[in-house]
């Protein structure tokens, strides 16, 4: 149990189509990451939030991609008009504060066809 | 700039036998450095962490990795390989601000019976 819940674990869906994706830390955290993983690739960070505000955004995550944290809980990571290029895992992950080590969740799988 | 470099893709030990995987950085400052274990289709597990003090760190499952800043290393090690190790391992750094991480490219462990 990593302590981060992460739904749906697998998104098949055809290109075009919307996709969106849920992670539930167990308790609040301070910080919340989003990642993603492509084949035979360590993941790269795509966007964090402490507590509600979204503090920093990759260069990765273009204008497609949206993530929110309401009330610094929970979070959803949505892609719009999704491409083959965003078939990845895409990682959830939480640290308790400022400079303690990261936990993930298990993942999402997307695959646009 | 910051960057995790594992050498090597792939590496195939006999169970039972040592293992050594490489690790090399590159930050300017104080690395905060991990090891992650990810087991197919699955999220990262954290093995171990280098903040600072001990250049010895112990981690879970009887890993250990040593930091050498000489050598902007930070090798992860086992004496005695089991056969439910075989797994990828990311090595990892804290960059920027926000303590997100940037990942090496992944060793994908194989454990020969």
Redesign the interface.
Known sequence: D?G?S?NPRHKITKRGQNVTFRCDPISEHN?L?W?RQTL??????LT?F?NEAQ??KSRLLSDRFSAERPKGSFSTLEIQRTEQGDSAMY?C?F?VE??????????T?LTVV | AQS?TQPDIHITVSEGASLELRCNYSYGATP?L?W?VQSP??????LL?Y?SGDTLVQGIKGFEAEFKRSQSSFNLRKPSVHWSDAAEY?C?LFT?G?????????TQLKVEL
């Open positions: 990593t981060v992460q910080r990451y990642y035979g690739q360590g993941p790269e960070f964090y402490q503090l920093e990682l992950a640290s400022q400079g303690t080590e990261a936990f993930f969740g298990q993942g799988r | 995790v905060y991990f992650y289709g699955q999220g990262l597990q954290l962490k903040f990311f990892a920027g926000g303590n997100k991480l940037t990942f090496g490219t992944g």
